[in-house]
């Protein structure tokens, strides 16, 4: 059984560094093609895609976030961690980390998702 | 970008529905493959997986829904809307070459 789960602070202060841990089962993060993902969702608004981690160690960035953004994994945890530095308001969202279980020819979609974790900025 | 229409979409339990969406670029990838995924977010839960590759149904999805389209026109098609269905769609790009996005959501409600 594939599950996700993310954890980290419900509340940050503004301009402190936010970092949220995605710990998963069910499947390995060495597996050719398997990737983990943050998405991102403001309260009442649409989903924005923060970054990705590849098995072979590769990783993308939102183009907007990425100067703030890392993504590292520990796949001896079975973990992925996401690190935002100089948070604001309106990086108040829920954050979840999804999987997907291959690329290229066998990309599967983002399968499996986590619950969520509800991060607020404020001072 | 993509651009998904209609952003409110009020159904009837038996009746189709239809949902586009447009990219600004091509998400026909060289491999002949369309990188544009569908989702559905449910009140109050995590998104979940509909379609991917533009017209592959995600495990345990009902085959009442369907996708179609390539290049930069897709469609999310429901053959009859039921009340579970409710909740705001969502296309996502996954083409390498691009950053990953979503498109605005449509939401569908009975």
């Known amino acids: 059984q594939i599950t996700l789960k993310e954890s980290g602070p419900t509340l940050v202060k503004p301009t402190q560094t936010l970092t949220l841990t995605c710990t998963f089962s069910?499947?390995?993060?060495?597996?050719?093609?398997?990737?983990v993902g943050w998405i991102r969702q403001p309260p009442g608004k649409a989903l924005e895609w923060v970054a990705v981690?590849?098995?072979?160690?590769?990783?993308r960035y939102n183009p907007s976030l990425k100067s703030r953004v890392t993504i590292a994994k520990d796949t001896s945890k079975d973990q992925v961690v996401l690190t935002m530095t100089n948070v604001d308001r309106v990086d108040t969202a829920t954050y979840y980390c999804?999987?997907?279980?291959?690329?290229?020819?066998?990309?599967?979609?983002?399968?499996?998702w986590g619950q969520g974790a509800q991060v607020t900025v404020s001072s | 970008v993509l651009t998904q229409s209609p952003l409110s979409l009020p159904v009837t339990p038996g009746e189709p529905a239809s949902i586009s969406c447009r990219s600004s670029?091509?998400?026909?990838?060289?491999?002949?493959?369309?990188?544009l995924d569908w989702y559905v977010q449910k009140p109050g839960q995590s998104p979940q997986l509909l379609i991917y590759?533009?017209?592959s149904r995600a495990s345990g999805v009902p085959d009442r829904f369907s996708g179609s389209g390539s290049g930069t026109d897709f469609t999310l098609k429901i053959s009859r809307v039921e009340a579970e269905d409710i909740g705001i769609y969502y296309c996502?790009?996954?083409?390498?070459?691009?950053?990953?996005?979503f498109g605005q959501g449509t939401r569908l409600d009975i």
């Open positions: 981690i590849y098995w072979n160690d590769d990783k």
């Open positions: 996502m790009q996954a083409l390498q070459s691009l950053p990953i996005t």
């Open positions: 999804a999987r997907t279980g291959g690329a290229g020819y066998y990309y599967t979609g983002w399968d499996y």
């Open positions: 670029e091509s998400l026909l990838d060289r491999n002949g493959f369309n990188y």
């Open positions: 590759m533009g017209s």
């Open positions: 069910g499947f390995s993060l060495n597996g050719n093609g398997v990737s």
